[in-house]
């Protein structure tokens, strides 16, 4: 069974920071490319950040220059460092990752449970 477990969200003021970390649980080979997205009330989910296995990353034009996305692939892990919060970026904030579990030997997308940031004015 794999698991995405995230970390770190709460509640800050505008201006502030935080630190989004989620760890890959599991039996699996090939830990590709790992990324967070978001999902504010009545809105659709929306990328933020994602990272290839080799360190190449992307960004949402929102989140540029505030965010930064990094991985520790020893400890299958990644990590989103979000500066200069603001309001909007408040939303419910999701790990994903592509990978081959063992059980299926197929490439697959997994999902974690969510982690809520709030973000006051």
């Known amino acids: 069974q794999v698991q995405l477990v995230e970390s770190g969200g709460g509640s800050v003021q505008a201006g502030g920071s935080l630190r989004l970390s989620c760890v890959a649980f599991g039996s699996f080979f090939g830990l590709n490319a790992m990324g967070w997205y978001r999902q504010a009330p009545t809105k659709p989910r929306e990328l933020v950040a994602n990272?290839?296995?080799?360190?190449?990353?992307n960004y949402a034009d929102s989140v540029k220059g505030r965010f930064t996305i990094s991985r520790d692939n020893a400890k299958k892990t990644v990590y989103l460092q979000m500066n200069s919060l603001k309001p909007e970026d408040t939303a419910v904030y999701y790990c994903?990752?592509?990978?081959?579990?063992?059980?299926?030997?197929?490439?697959?997308?997994?999902w974690g449970q969510g982690t809520q940031v709030t973000v006051s004015s």
């Open positions: 990272i290839t296995s080799g360190g190449s990353t």
């Open positions: 994903n990752a592509d990978l081959v579990p063992i059980a299926t030997m197929r490439r697959s997308e997994y």
